[in-house]
């Protein structure tokens, strides 16, 4: 197809144009960006090099890929090793999103973390890609309680639907707390969920942190972060809100490096604990020149089995192993999981399509709570 009409068909359709669904249950993508630059690809969740085509500004990339995808991804002018998240929505600079789609995803900067800053990424979602159902708020659900406090010197917000300040209810603890608030929107679906009776009045306790410190705070080789739950925002969680004193009846959630804090957390604590959320979790812990891979993993199978349960996802994409042997996200979890079934321990496990992704962890958080709570 001429340059000139592969645009206008973009800037007509909006881009990414997308063809019909094969009988392999396949779409072919086609990215479309126009301007002058040394170099154009896909980034993100999807990796795609942009052709120029010869004599115009219009660069363009095809790719097969699955028609229940959803995934996050943006345009980068860079070399891949120096890929960089969107610092706005002007659709210019070294990264940016794709104007052309209207699906786009903010992640507000944190007013209370001096070293975090608005991004912004582009969201593909394919012919076939699930609804999300729980995360979208319902009029007719009303919004529950959000306060937000000090405890022990660390930021923290409680949630709590609409109705439920009866003593005794379940608690669910949530690292990276401000973009489990607004990204993940982790309070709408609570509420939607207990309005339909499908998890019992749920108080979450978000724990905020800062960019600075976070890989920090959340590695297991960190002691700050356990000993805050159990030593300080626990005891106060249960003066503050007459939350259930049995371990059964607190949860424990995270993303990503939050999802293996999580579970470390529970390891060290099954008396405080007794579930788990990981979506995503970095169970390949260590990175690169810090120690053997897979560390938690190693130390669950080593230990007695306590009286936990665990929710596990990851997306189908997060398959890429890092240069010095370290394994992907999606080997490690499966190890993880294998692991935990091993020693007895109840596990359900799921694979998105799709990457390391909050508009995944966003509609999957649901499927966490009714699997951990679920009535």
Request: a neutral charge.
């Amino acid at each position: 197809m001429p340059a000139a009409d592969l645009w206008e068909r973009a800037v007509t359709a909006g881009a990414p144009l997308v063809s019909a669904v094969d009988a392999r249950g396949l779409v072919e993508v086609t990215f479309v960006w126009r301007g002058e630059a040394e170099r154009a690809s896909v980034a993100g969740s999807i990796r795609l090099p942009l052709r120029r085509q010869p004599g115009t500004d219009v660069w363009h990339g095809t790719v097969r890929l699955p028609a229940r995808l959803r995934t996050v991804y943006w345009l980068s002018h860079v070399p891949p090793e120096q890929a960089r998240i969107p610092p706005d929505d002007t659709g210019s600079g070294p990264a940016h999103i794709d104007l052309l789609n209207p699906g786009r995803l903010r992640f507000p900067g944190d007013p209370g973390d001096p070293t975090d800053r608005d991004c912004w990424v582009s969201v593909l979602t394919l012919p076939h890609a699930d609804p999300e159902t729980w995360s979208v708020p319902d009029p007719d659900v009303p919004a529950g309680e959000l306060t937000e406090a000090v405890v022990g010197g660390r930021r923290v917000s409680v949630h709590r639907p609409a109705g439920t300040d009866r003593a005794g209810a379940p608690a669910l603890i949530v690292f990276d707390g401000y973009l489990a608030r607004t990204v993940l929107a982790n309070p709408v679906t609570v509420d939607n969920l207990v309005a339909a009776g499908r998890i019992p009045p749920l108080v979450t306790l978000f724990v905020h942190g800062t960019d600075a410190t976070r890989d920090a705070d959340l590695a297991p080789s960190s002691p700050v972060t356990t000993r805050f739950v159990l030593r300080e925002l626990m005891p106060w969680a249960r003066r503050a809100y007459g939350l259930s004193p049995y371990p059964r009846d607190v949860g424990v959630a995270g993303v990503s490096l939050g999802g293996l804090a999580a579970a470390h957390l529970a390891l060290r604590a099954p008396e405080a604990v007794g579930a788990v959320i990981a979506q995503s979790g970095s169970f390949w812990w260590p990175g690169p020149g810090a120690g053997e891979p897979e560390w938690l993993t190693r130390e669950y199978a080593a230990r007695p089995r306590a009286d936990l349960r665990f929710y596990l996802d990851a997306g189908d994409r997060e398959t890429q192993p890092a240069a010095d042997g370290t394994p992907s996200l999606l080997a490690a979890t499966r190890r993880f999981r294998d692991a935990l079934r091993a020693k007895g321990y109840p596990v359900t496990y799921a694979e998105y399509p799709g990457g390391h992704d909050y508009v995944n962890w966003r509609r999957t958080f649901a499927d966490a709570l009714i699997a951990i709570f679920g009535t």
